[in-house]
Each structure stands twice: as structure tokens, then as C-alpha cells.
């Protein structure tokens, strides 16, 4: 995986793997978020650091950060490579914990961030790129409109 430049306000910014010393901030990030906040904690990185290792050791699995010049980071998104037998045996890209700073909503790095990530599923031979919202996030679901996604099905999970 090639890292990415953005050239945004406040910018640039640098899109590039993850790594473990950068666990912290990605689960601050994940912390920083209304719907989450409660499920979240960097007290005990314990398993945030057991599913970084069994991401970054998965050539399926992809976790990615944005660093601001300052190495920051101020961003970060998992994209997940899915083969299946549906649509002809084709790969989907599953794009799960996309999450911006909150300081830097509304300068492009989040829309930067999905064009990518479309390009890395074409690239990798996807025909689809997926992703769920929860349903409350009606910004969100505006924001991926606007680059192109359709709310095409009702998602259901279950919580063990």
C-alpha cells in the first residue's frame, strides 16, 4: 500500500498504514464520537492492540491513518477485502470506523479519505465498495450520497 497527499486546508496530510504506536489515537478518535464514546476507552489498549495485530497481519485487512504535517493523527478508516461467490465471484471493499477529527470536519480530508479508499478497491479488482452508518448519523448519510453511494439495504446486527 503506497501512502496518499492530500492537499487540504491545514494540510497537507498524509494517508498511510497504521501502526501499533499510532493504536491510541485511532481509539481517540473512535472515543470522540457521540454514539460510541461509552464503548471506547484508551485506559487498557490491550485489545485495541490484539486487533491491530490481527488486522496488520491479515493481507485482507486494511487499517489506515491521516497524519497532519505535525504527524498527528487526525484521521483513519479500516477497509477489509471481502471474496465472494454472490455477483459472479466478485471482491467487495467493506469500509468500516471511518473517523475524522472533529476539528477538521467540512475541509475535504473525509471525502479525500472515500476516494481513496474506492480507488484501492478498484485497484484490488473490487466491483463493490460497501459500508454501513448508523442510522441516527443523517450528516453521514448525506455525505456519502453526495460521493455516490445509494442506501440500497437495511443492515441488522447482533450484539454477543
Known sequence: M???LFHLPGG???LRPALAGDVAAIVGLLAD?????AEESTEDLAPYL???TAIDTSPDHHLVVVVDPAGGVVATQQ???L???ARAGSTRL???AVRVSSGLRGNGLGSAMIEWAVEFGRTHG???VQLTSDESRIDAHRFYERLGFAPTHLGFKLHL
Not at 464520537?33 to 464514546?37: F, G, P, S
Open 50 to 52: 490484539a486487533a491491530f
Open 2 to 4: 503506497t501512502d496518499a
Open 83 to 85: 471474496p465472494g461467490l
Open 33 to 37: 464520537d457521540h454514539l460510541r464514546a
Open 126 to 128: 473490487c466491483r463493490l
Open 12 to 14: 497537507p496530510f498524509t
Open 94 to 96: 467493506q469500509v468500516e
Open 79 to 81: 477497509l477489509s477485502l
